[in-house]
């Protein structure tokens, strides 16, 4: 792929040469709808695997991207009014959008509407039809096909009900391309015995196991109905269908396509390491993509590990329950850190977990602020009070050994390296109790007054601090904004992306190092009001609009609008809008969002109900001038009559509104046009 043309947002760059490489990737997200917080879970896990690995030397390619083709695509954009690409690039960049505000650091984004990935995937095709004739083949697809909702509901001619609208399934018979998955069925069973590390955890490699065995059906790999698509080399009546499309992308994604054999990139990365995805997507990874590549005769991917769902509220998420946890509200109000932290703490990693707001509260509080935050800022704040802020010389040299019996690496890093992220996350932090336990028993505060006890200060603080700092690199990884910020307090040069865990040794703090205190890393929160807040701006991004009743509250950041037909001059002539006044505000018993204002349009006085209450105190309002819609029909809000409604912008998901107001002296009653 051409990394200029399709990683527009320039991504994280490749390293060194030299080193040895790792390349992962996440699943080809659905460009359907905006991404949840279960896409952001994947792409998290891969970002601390990224992180992690270049710590330990590693060059690592890191590819996420879009899957942009098919049904589901045609279907959605159907429903909105506009055409799929117009859908597709407006959730591509959601997805980016994203990656950039979490801190992804992808090296690569593949788009399957673009034109490299068509190519890689034709070149695939050609190359397998070369290298194994019998692969590929023609032949009549029969199949259940819902007309109403233009959904391929089974691939045997067997009766079969819509899973979406329940009716009965129509009988579709095309002729389509085949792949002749049937033929590699011993082939794969020997690569699970030869491989067994091929797919993980352990379990899903045995469920995969017993599926092959069972006996493989051929898979239909192209369509005649569908157009939204890669059209097949030489034959472009029929387009790919959707897995042998979206598979090849972690190829396209780092150049296979250009030339014969790929770009230098793809030859330097290629086979992937790991494909890391969802277990609803194991057979499609571990059965048919080994197949596609074996017919190929491409290398295979080393690893596929499937991990478990992450449910909201012990749920699976589901768009159509409106139970879908949304990242950009925690990010916003939280952090990054957070996020990441509570999901690789919270989720045992490959088994199911779940998702709830409660406990990433709690766990925010107890483990960041109060935790890694607490003893970060304490130490710090000792160093400056007792040291003018250099780091003291310790009496001994080896003060680990009052935490730890092995070696640094015995912390974390095994769990890291087996993907074991929540006992990485929790070795870390026994190792902050046990930092501040022996602060406690210690008590530097209450020797650093007596001047006899000076030596023993020393070693007190710089132990102290180089665990501080130990702890620090550890948990990069996983909080990589808190992590550099602590690491710059402590006088070490650098970004920690670039540091290397393997000179991470006690005593690398260096005395003398002069350290600066830090304003709040984790700052606290009040439960309630956070809960609340980030409630809300989950709404705006799941229903924009409606916790906003009566100002006009443009789609959230990144929301795809509804159908976006152009509207004629006299479309626009029929709202009437007017200068109003603002004569009275006050909040409403029971409704946070919402504030009561009498509004002067001029010739009457309205009561207007305004969802602006978070935004502007009722006493601010008095005497501004707003932007009134006075000819909307009157609508009933928590018993009370809202005659009118107010003009206001806001940006992003979390944009509180800000009401459209006039600078230059203008009558109330004027009207606005
Ligand atoms: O399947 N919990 O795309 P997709 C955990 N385009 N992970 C979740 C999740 C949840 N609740 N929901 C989604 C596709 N994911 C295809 C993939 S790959 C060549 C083509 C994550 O948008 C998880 O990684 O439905 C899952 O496999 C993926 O998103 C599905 O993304």
Redesign the pocket.
């Known amino acids: 792929m051409n990394r200029a043309s399709s990683s527009k947002d320039k991504p994280f760059a490749t390293g060194a040469q030299g080193k040895p490489k790792f390349y992962l990737t ?5 460009a359907n709808s905006r991404p ?1 917080v ?2 952001a ?2 792409t998290i896990v891969c970002d601390v695997i990224a992180r992690y690995k270049r710590m330990c030397g590693y060059d690592v390619a890191y590819l996420t991207g879009t ?1 942009e083709h098919g049904v589901n695509i045609e279907r959605a954009a159907e429903k909105q009014g506009i055409t799929p690409a117009q859908l597709v690039d407006r959730n591509e960049k959601i997805f980016r959008d994203l990656w950039k505000l979490l801190g992804i650091t992808h090296t690569d984004f593949i788009r399957t509407t673009s034109t490299e990935h068509a190519r890689a995937v034709q070149h695939l095709v050609r190359r397998t039809m070369k290298r194994s004739p019998d692969a590929i083949y023609k032949a009549k697809y029969e199949g259940r096909y819902c007309i109403y909702d233009n959904l391929y509901v089974s691939d045997t001619p067997e009766p079969a009900n819509c899973p979406t609208c329940g009716r009965p399934a129509e009988l579709v018979s095309e002729e389509n391309y085949f792949f002749r998955l049937s033929a590699y069925q011993d082939k794969l069973l020997e690569l699970y015995k030869a491989q067994p590390q091929f797919v993980q955890p352990d379990f899903r490699l045995n469920e995969v196991r017993s599926f092959v065995e069972s006996g493989l059906k051929d898979v239909s790999i192209s369509r005649k109905s569908i157009k939204w698509g890669i059209p097949w080399p030489d034959d472009p009546e029929h387009v790919f269908y959707v ?1 042998y499309d ?2 090849t ?2 190829m396209s994604g780092i150049g296979y396509g250009e030339g014969e054999n790929g770009s230098a990139e793809f030859q330097k990365y290629w086979p992937a390491d790991l494909h ?3 277990k ?2 194991i057979r ?1 990874h571990a059965v048919y993509w080994p197949a596609f590549l074996m017919a190929a005769e491409l290398p295979l991917p080393k690893q596929i590990f499937a ?5 909201f509220e012990q749920e ?2 589901s768009k159509s329950k409106g139970n879908v946890a949304y990242p950009e509200p925690i990010v916003k109000v939280l952090g990054n850190d957070a996020l990441r932290y509570y999901l690789l703490r919270e989720v045992v990693f490959g088994q199911d977990g779940n998702f709830s707001r409660e406990a990433l509260l709690t766990r925010y509080e107890a483990d960041l602020v109060n935790g890694l935050g607490n003893l970060a800022s304490r130490v710090l704040a000792m160093i400056e009070s007792y040291f003018e802020s250099h780091v003291p010389e310790p009496t001994s040299d080896n003060a680990i050994t009052k935490f730890i019996s092995g070696p640094i690496e015995s912390i974390a890093r095994e769990h890291y390296d087996a993907y074991r992220f929540s006992s990485a996350v929790q070795d870390i932090w026994r190792f902050i109790s046990q930092v501040d336990a022996y602060l406690v028993q210690e008590k530097p505060w209450k020797i650093a007054s007596d001047p006899i006890h000076r030596g023993q200060l020393r070693e007190v603080l710089y132990t102290a601090a180089e665990a501080l700092r130990i702890i620090t690199a550890l948990a990069h990884p996983v909080l990589p904004e808190a992590t550099q910020e602590i690491w710059r307090h402590l006088g070490q040069p650098g970004r920690l992306e670039d540091f290397q865990l393997n000179e991470l040794v006690w005593g690398g703090l260096k005395p003398g190092t002069r350290i600066s205190k830090p304003e709040a890393i984790f700052p606290r929160m009040e439960y309630k009001p956070t809960y609340e807040r980030i409630e809300t701006m989950e709404q705006e991004i799941r229903n924009p609009g409606a916790t906003q009743p009566a100002a006009a509250t443009p789609a959230a950041e990144g929301a795809v609008a509804p159908a976006s037909a152009k509207i004629g001059i006299e479309d626009f002539a029929k709202v009437e809008l007017r200068v109003g006044v603002v004569k009275a505000a006050e909040r409403i018993q029971g409704a946070d969002k919402l504030l009561k204002l009498l509004v002067d349009i001029g010739d009457e006085v309205r009561q207007v109900l305004a969802g602006i209450a978070l935004a502007y105190a009722p006493e601010d309002l008095v005497g501004r001038k707003v932007v009134v819609v006075t000819n909307l029909a009157p609508r009933k809000m928590r018993g009370l009559e809202s005659n009118g409604m107010l003009l206001a912008a806001s940006a992003g998901a979390d944009g509180k509104p800000v009401l459209c107001t006039f600078v230059e002296e203008i009558p109330a009653g004027a009207k606005v046009k």
Do not use: N, Q, R, V
Not at 26 to 30: E, F, M
Not at 307 to 311: K, Q, R, T, V
């Open positions: 996440t699943p080809i997200y659905y949840h279960g896409s879970y994947t899957d897995w979206a598979l992308s972690y890391m995805i969802g609803e997507i499609f991990h478990g769902w992450l449910l699976k998420m």
